[in-house]
């Protein structure tokens, strides 16, 4: 954009005001979630080129030739950033879920005849078909971009072959061109082991055949592992996360979220983007992370639909300066589309604050996708990618329980969901 006095303002394309308040989540913002009251967002194509109040607005940019979104009195965010998902799979483990939740164990599973975990979906996707697994996860994007979510992390984990894990992550790439939603594929393919191959064979196929092919094929940003008890152990993990390092896949990590292995540390010395779940992670590893810079990824919803006995720590996560992101870790154990959902347990159950939660949900958890220069905030430069909320003021989206659906939702400068009828 030229500053040049002379030449005209730059014409926005789009622009949103008659908001209650826009919150920028910008760093470096005067308070944690940027709050602008009033306030307006122009656009540019698919770019953000001014946001402030009406008139800072109007004198960054020539609005005359501007289609006017009304945000209609509601609050103007960042889309949300969910930074850690399962996005596909097939089927549902819905009869495992109902009989989990009146206290059934792994024996009542059995003796019921229910298959469950990851197992029970690596052997529905051997006999899923490739439209099925597509239409379920376009009709699960679907939900998530009503909830105002615009990127969104998609991991492999459930075919636990090079055949099966390529499927996964080109099934990525698809729906990253048939959808709105931004998708970024991470290969996990340590996600479990498969139950026709030695422990030792499935790592060595791992390193040796899986990684080189997903970046041969360019078909994954990030790798990842499951490191804990009953899973990956530490040495298998540094082993798959070195291999992907060397390849140029950055690092994520699944850690203590059963037990405490020391997944956190391998995670600060491999200085992996992200740890996710840390249920079991000690005070003092809270710091090793903070200094590595890894960003710590909660999630709520997965401890509430597993009814984890072992809450994470968040309070002490942020008092220790950790940067923390929130997540649905949608999946078959985990049915959860809705960011607002999360940021409401989050909240209640973990002791966010409204603030904390929402900049959890945007900027940090861009900055665990490694795309914090791209989207997680509203400022000049960035994507246009904004979720409008029919609520007073941005506390209300923890406050109104279930609520929640967007107003209105634009992903690179379009406008692709408006609510049917507001209430
Ligand atoms: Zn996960």
Redesign the pocket.
Known sequence: MSRDPHNKKPAATRFVNGASEVLTCAPGAADLVGRIPGGAVAMAGDRILAVGSDSEVAAACDLSGAERIDAGGGIVIPGFVDC?T?LIFPGSRVAEYSARVTGAGPEDLKNLGIPTGIPATVRMMENASQDELIESALERLGHMLRFGTTTVES?SGYGLSVKGELRMLEINRRLQNDQFIDVVSTFLGAHEFPEDRSRERYVEEIIKEQIPAVVEAELAEFNDV?CDEGYYTVGESRRILEAGLEKGLKAKI?TDEYSHMGGSKLAAELKAVSA?HLNYTDDDEFALLRDAGVIGVVMPG?DFAVGHSRPFNARAMMDAGMILALAT?L?PGCWLESMPFVIQLACRLYRFSPAEALRAGTYGAALALNREKEIGSLEPGKRADIAIFDLPQYQDLAYRLGRSGARTVIAAGNVVHTAASQG
Request: with cysteine; glycine share 0%; hydrophobic share 20%.
């Open positions: 850690h399962h991991k499951f699944h996710d997965l870790d999946c």
